[in-house]
Structure formats: C-alpha cells, structure tokens
C-alpha cells in the first residue's frame, strides 16, 4: 500500500479519441480507432506509464444521428471489444483490460463465459463495464420494435449482475483435482448451478467455465440518472462518468457513498473515476491553441449529430443561433440530456455553441501544463471529487504521447501515481478485494460485499 | 495453385484432445485443455507444420452427463472461443481461426461483429463454424424450459446466416474516405442497412465495423442430419464431420454436392474436412500400442457419460454387458446417435462396448505410422472422399508434436500438403474465392454463390 493516496488511471481508448475534430488535427493518425497497430502501439505505451486500465466502450448501433453526422464520424467502425481486448492481452502483461457488455442485449451466460476466458487468458485483468444501452438504435439491431424503458433495463441489469457473478462462482477455486491415476478431474461437490429464476432471467448453470482468477473480474458502471447511481452503488467497484465540473463530480461521489453507506457496503470498495479530457503542453498558451484547433476541425453537423444523440431528441431543424428548444424526456440515458440541456440554461448558449459543446467533448476537461493539470488532478484527489481518471486523449497518438511524456512523470514525482506496479491483476491495481466465492465461502467467512449482492 | 490436389488441414483444439483418456496419457499435460501455454505452443507448432486452420468447438452448458462422467471430463472447463482465438491471432501470421458460435442462442448483430472483428484483428484469418448446439441443457441457460427443435433449430440458423452475411456487407469494401481536409470519413452512399424482417429474426443494421478484410469469414458447418446437410450445401464452404469410414465420408461428400448441383452452387466452392483421430508412430505395433493405453484410460463412467449424451438419451440404468434398447427420437443432433445405434447394430456390441467406443471417439481413426497414415489420407484425397482431414490430436503435446514430426513431413515429401503457406488469408490456405458485396457488387459482376444465399 502506498504511503499516501494515489490516482487511478484508466484509459478510455474507444473511440480512441472521443473528440470528433480527432482524426483531423495535425499528425493525428485519422484511422487510429479501427487500427490494430495504433491500438497495440497504445497500449504498450500506457503499460510503460503503468495505467491502471485501458478501457473499451461499445456500441450496438451506429451511433443515433442522421447522414450527414454520420459520414464525418472516425468511430463509424471499431473493434469488437473482447476480441481486441483478447489480442492485447497477448501483447501486455499488468495494465487491465475493461470491456463494455450490455445487460439489455446480451445473455447472461455468454458474458459471465467471454469476460472469465478473458480473465483467464490476461491473468486476471478483466473488468466489465456493466451498461444498459442507451441508443435507442439498438432495439432494432436485436429483433425489438422500441427501446426499453430506462427504469426497466435497470431493473434487468441488477438481476443480470447477480446472475454473472453467480456463474462465476460455478467452480469452487480449488475444484480442480486432476489426479491422473484415479481419472478425477473436478470435484463435482465444488461444482455449483444458481438455477436462477427471476423476473427477466432465467439460467439454470453452472458455467463452463473456471472461476476467474479474480473471482469476478472488476464491476464497473457508468450510469448516471438515479436508477444508474442505485445500480452502481450496489454492484460497482469503478465508476465512470463525465461530471461537468469538479463541484458535480464531488457530489456525484458523495450521493454513491452514500447509497452505498444505506445498504451497508464499504465505502473503501469503491474508485470512482471520472472521464477527463486531457490536452497537456509546455505551454498554457500552447495548450488552449491546441483545445481551439481541435474544436475547429469539428464540423457542424458533426457536433449537431452528437448534440442530437445527446438529448434524445433531434433538433437539426431549428435555427442554429437561436435557443435550445424544450426537450422532451424519452427512455434514452437521462444524464447526457441534462448535461445539455442545464448548459443551454445555465450559460445561455444557442445550438450552435451547444453543438460544437457536444462535439469536442462536453465533459470536464485538464487544458494546461503538467504543473498546472497535476495540480487540478490532486485538488480532486484531495478534496474527494475522484480516486483518479479515466482520461481520454485528444488525438492519437501525440496527444497520448504527451500525457504519458510529460503529465504521467510529474504525477509520479509527486507521489501522487505509481512508478511500477505493484501487483499482477487489475483489483490489485485498484486496491480491490478479491470476493469470496458465495457457494463456496472460505470457512471463516467475514461478511464481506459479495454476500449482500 | 499447386500442381495436383491437395489436402487441407485443420486442428480440432477443444477440446485439445477430444478422447477422454487423452489428459491421463502418460507425458500428456492434464490441464491442456484450459493452459493458455499449451495452446500458444500448439498453435505455434501447427503454424509451423502450415496447418490450414485451428478449430475451436463450443458449448454452452457442462456436457450433458451424468455427475459421475462429468468428474473424469477434462474439458469441464474450457476458454471461450472468440476471446481464446483473437488471443492466439496476436502471436501467430498465418494459421486460420475458426470459432464455433450458435445460431440458436446468440444474437446475429454480435456474431456478425465479432467474426469482423476477429477477421480484422487477424488479417483475414477468421472462420465460422456454424452450430445449431445439440446439447439440451444449452436451452436452460439461457432462459428457455426445454429445447427448440431439431428442424426449427435449422429453420432460424439459415436466416441467421443470411443476416450475418448481410451485414458483414453493411459497408462498401470502399466507403471509407478519410479525407482531413473535407472532414469527410465515410461516404453514406456506400453503407447498406438490411432491414431483416424474417420468420425468426428482425434486424435493422448496418454494422458497425467496416466489412471483413475476407469479405466474409469463411462459413464452416458440423451438421449431418438432412437438415444439417441441406444447410451445409446452401451456406458452407468447410463441412467438418465425423464418418466413421471411407465410404460413409464418400457418400456424404457426393450427397452434399449433389445438394448443392441441384440449387447451383459451384461444387468447387466446398471443402469438406471430416473429423480424423490421428495416432503415429514409428511403427504400427507401437501406434496400435498407443491407441490401446489411451482407450484403456478410459473410465467407464465417462464413456457412459459420453454415450449417454450421444444418444441422447440415458441408458446408464441398463445392464452394461447387455444390447443397447430401443432409442427414441430426440430433438438432440441425430447423426451421433444414429452412429451409435448402427454400430451396436452392425457389430453387436454391448453397452460397455459401446461406452468404450464413444468415451475414447467413435469417429474414423488413423493409426499408424507416417508412411501407412500416408497412404490411406492419399486414398480418401483421391477418391473423392474428402478434402482433406480435421486433425484430433489423442493428447497434448506428445500426440500433436508426433504428427507435426512425422506425418506432415511424409505428406510435404509425397507433395500432398504444402510447405509454405501461399495466400495469407483462411480462404486463400482454403483456395475459396472472396465473396462480393450483395449490396456493393463489382461492377462487371458475375454470378457467384454470393448472390444466391
Ligand atoms: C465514460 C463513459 C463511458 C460510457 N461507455 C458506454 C458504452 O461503452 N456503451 C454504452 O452503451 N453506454 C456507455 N456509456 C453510457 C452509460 O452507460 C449510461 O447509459 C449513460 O451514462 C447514461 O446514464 P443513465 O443511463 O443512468 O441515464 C458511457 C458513459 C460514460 C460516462
Ligand atoms: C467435428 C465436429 C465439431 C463439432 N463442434 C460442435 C461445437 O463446437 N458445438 C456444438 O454445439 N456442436 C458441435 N458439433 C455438432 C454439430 O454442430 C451437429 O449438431 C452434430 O453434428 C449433429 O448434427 P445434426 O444437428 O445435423 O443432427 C460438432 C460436430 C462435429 C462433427
């Protein structure tokens, strides 16, 4: 354990850059979201700066916006993520690798079977970011005429968590006897099947699979609207999210402890990291150069496309300097709707200014220099705003080049982030317990969080 | 293209060794099955000896078998494919991938995203193996109280593969732009939606993943019922199988291709690679020596096990030196148990004969040495039987490192097996044509079987 808290660094590589002007900006590589060797190239770097993970969102659609956003997006094609997860993992050895999976169109035999082979096979670096799918897009892709209610696709993913985590826990760890001479392989009274019958699932088990090295790889979450929080409080070890100011992001902490505190789960088994949109350079000057030539290269229909998928709701036909028209709620993620419609509100901006906003990445940005990012970032550690970061890079791969040249090496002289790791697995990275099996408890059990899932 | 014909060849790795003596043979490592190190050296070793592809099954239950057969199965636990697969593509060039997926109990958004997926992270190098899962049990884990049938089963994986190839087409092999200056990336006009509205299946598209760099990955099917048969000919380009001899492999090549006359598909456009046990030494007394002390670890509870789940249907409650009774139909694969019904027919065997039979693989068998095993893959070639062989090692490593050592130089030196791989993709090792875009077709387009499924 290090003498005094430290950052977490997540890194959020899909898209590889999340700013729409990304692909444009000058010595960028324009492919580098569908390039294997950019994302190889990548990784290997954030394993050099010892990230704690390198994490991958998915989508099941191609993003909700019309044609003309569409045609300017870089992130129109991507990896599946455990199938790039699986070939980095063969090129790294320590940094974690999170995979996106929906609990709304997945089963849950399939994910609790992907993400242990992939535990497995990284020798325990998997974490799954639990999300519930907000495209509306999606239905279509997965045989349904309309999304599902928010509220409902919650409920499923709460029941969709415990059942994983049960498959998981099939194997006793020390079910393996494999004794040659008598021919027993497996201990079947260390085998265990949920037979889970609930309101939207029903799976029988066990999983074909052994219990992953972790015993369940890491449970993250990135919802953000009550019922996200809830969720989140109950079953997340990291959170994402991209809190707007440090203020929001500190009581976003604050209410998650807190509903975590009201079911009796440690606070401690937590690591809340929010996005963080990184432009660093020696220069303040020349940082905020680089922010304003990023956000030139965003076209605008591009950022009204992504100010659409935002709000749920198209405005493409009002007057792009006039206001913000009122916007309905719909079954799609509330939070990113809030975040602009308050914007809109709050600073008077006209769909125009909101557009570019939600194209070069609306959430809390570190524009600066090493001192002064390292600052802000020990401010949020200090003040329990976050235990670190997910950082997303503004361009690959000299604007991840530079977080880990010049922004990573003055947090390590601060003390603030690690210089090697100290363990092999991504809970170890984290500080995570390791659960115990609910079959299988150790003899003495302490009551721990994973009873109470 | 080589002179006269060749064979190809695949490996059957998972199990990675399909007898179920195989983890208790003498040198053999128990735990090959699930050791990430025994798969990257095998894999390593068959790239090295120019094997076509590397076959990995699936299941998605603990076999169906009694609890006393399922302590003495050392694949209770087995990697995921696409996880395992994508692994294996970042330390291997050349070698094909193909992965078993269900057509049953998955969604063809994800399939078809994940073969991409896999296809781009490997350079070209993924293959399908489409499984309808025989094993009842599947059903109860994900959410169903029995088994869909056999012939419905196959209804709703002919449509899912016409999904799945539609929209590996979503884009243009040419839609991509990226041009910095416009902020143009993709060209709209160059990506199809499929708009699905079928018997089983509803999907909106596109995807979201630039199309394979094969087109499609290559199609692969195991069935061996009539319907099983009448979907190979229509959809597959590899037909794996398990005759249990010469003239069963020659019947059912020339009734695939008959198959595929009468719907006019090119019968070039095929290759069928039956299921080959392979067992050599350097002479035959040793050879035959090995396959007796591999059957010989065999236990009875897990060839029971294993008959059981063939038939399915449980005859463990039935006098072991007695007949085989009367089997009914089931909704499981029938080709399996119409084997075993046959041989306990043909041969009269007992049901501890046949348990024997069925634990230690019941499929056609080479047993011998180089020159001998030579000899007879020459015959099948030859006349027509198959296309070559997919290979099941009797345990790992000894019996992989023998066949690599012995045979594969016998058949390079009779010029019946390459020894460079000429093509770098899984079609080019297979000599199958890459399939054009139904929806972006060249334009001087002649017909193919593309445009026919
Ligand atoms: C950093 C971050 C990453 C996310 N990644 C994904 C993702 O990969 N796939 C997805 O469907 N949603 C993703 N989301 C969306 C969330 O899962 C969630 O739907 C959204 O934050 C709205 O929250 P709510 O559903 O609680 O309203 C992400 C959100 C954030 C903040
Ligand atoms: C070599 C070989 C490999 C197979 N691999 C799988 C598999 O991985 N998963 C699966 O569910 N079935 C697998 N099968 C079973 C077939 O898909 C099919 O269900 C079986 O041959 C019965 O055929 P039928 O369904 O047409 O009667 C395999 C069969 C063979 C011969």
Redesign the pocket.
Known sequence: MAKHRQLHLGA?M?PAAIHTGAWRYPGADPHANFSLEQMRRSIRRLEEAKFDAF??????ALLNMPIAALMRSHTVTSFEPFTLLSALSAVTERIGLIA?A?TTFDAPYHIAKRFASLDHLSGGRAGW?V?????PD?ALNFGYESQMD?DD??ERAREFVEVVTGLWDSFADDAFVRDTESGVFVDPARIHAISHKGPSLKVQGPLNIARPPQGWPVIV?????????QLAAETAEVI???PPTIEAARSFNADVRSRMAAIGRAPDTLRYL??AFVVVADSMNEALERRATLDSLVHYDSGIGSLNSMLGFDVSDHDPDGPLPEIPETE?????RERMVNLAREKGLTIRELARAAGSYS?FAFVGTATSIADEMQEWLETEASDGF?VMFPWIPGGLDEVIDKLVPELQRRGLFRREYEGRTLREHLGLPRPSNRFFPPEHEVLTRTSSV
Request: glycine share 14%; hydrophobic share 35%; no cysteine.
């Open positions: 959020f899909r994490f991958m969102a998915d989508h099941l996106t929906s970011n999300v519930t799918t907000a495209n999606a928010h696709r919650y979450q990135a919802g953000a609207s009550p019922a996200g929080r994402f999210g991209a929010p996005g799609a993620g509330r939070s990113q959430g997910n």
